[in-house]
């Protein structure tokens, strides 16, 4: 089974950028840089933002009967996991800056 092409295209979108907030994470961990919180509060929220709107865009399809009913729990998973990394990574940079 394979995702649509827009489906596709959506889930390489939120690969790329959640490894770039995870890129910008992982060196203010290392050098222990709390300062990075009001950043990380805004690429978070872009992401999560990106994350809805790829939602809605698939409910869409399925509506249309662009995809099928597996592909959707595949596809809807995929961002659930994607959201989980994401608050993870979010979690880590409010521990380094003493919010948590």
């Known amino acids: 089974m394979d995702l649509t092409e827009q489906g596709r295209k959506e889930i390489i979108s939120l690969h790329v950028s959640l490894a770039e907030?995870?890129?910008?994470?992982?060196?203010?961990?290392?050098?222990?840089?709390?300062?990075?919180?009001t950043k990380a509060i805004s690429e978070n929220s872009a992401i999560r933002h990106k994350i809805k709107n790829y939602r809605a865009s698939h409910l869409n399809?399925?509506?249309?009967?662009q995809t099928s009913p597996m592909m959707s729990l595949i596809y809807m998973d995929l961002l659930n996991s994607y959201?989980?990394?994401?608050?993870?990574?979010?979690n880590i940079a409010e521990v380094l800056c003493g919010v948590k």
């Open 61 to 65: 399809r399925l509506a249309a009967e």
């Open 83 to 90: 959201r989980r990394m994401l608050d993870h990574a979010f």
């Open 21 to 37: 907030y995870l890129e910008f994470l992982y060196p203010a961990i290392g050098e222990g840089n709390s300062v990075i919180l």
